[in-house]
């Protein structure tokens, strides 16, 4: 069975970290491009970073405006999992986040990914 299992989330106080985990498994999570949306109460769901497909030239890594220099993603082919390492959390990143694979590339457009975990409760609040 495919299957995506993220974990890591937690209720964290501001300016605290967190480090999220999207394992795979049924598949190889290194020739997928792999990203991390979040989806918050009321709002629509939306893409925080994204890693491409494990490949000579490198990853190749994006990032949503909001999260640059705060968020960063990575992988661990050995371990078939994608990590996002959250530090300096504010309020405004409470949300459920989500793993999602697709193929080879690093972007954002949901309907493009094929695989998506079940989601994992982020909440930063005092």
């Known amino acids: 069975q495919l299957q995506l299992v993220e974990s890591g989330g937690d209720l964290v106080q501001p300016g605290g970290s967190l480090r999220l985990s999207c394992a795979a498994s049924?598949?190889?999570?290194?020739?997928?491009?792999v990203a991390w949306f979040r989806q918050a109460p009321g709002k629509e769901r939306e893409g925080v970073s994204c890693?491409?497909?494990?490949?000579?030239?490198?990853?190749?890594?994006n990032y949503a405006d909001s999260v640059k220099g705060r968020f960063a993603i990575s992988r661990d082919n050995a371990k078939n999992t994608v990590y996002l390492q959250m530090n300096s959390l504010k309020p405004e990143d409470t949300a459920v986040y989500y793993c999602?694979?697709?193929?080879?590339?690093?972007?954002?457009?949901?309907?493009?990914?094929?695989?998506w975990g079940q989601g994992t409760q982020v909440t930063v609040s005092s």
């Open positions: 999602a694979a697709g193929f080879r590339l690093c972007h954002f457009k949901i309907d493009e990914y094929d695989y």
């Open positions: 049924g598949f190889t999570l290194d020739y997928y491009g």
């Open positions: 890693i491409s497909s494990s490949g000579g030239s490198g990853d190749i890594t």
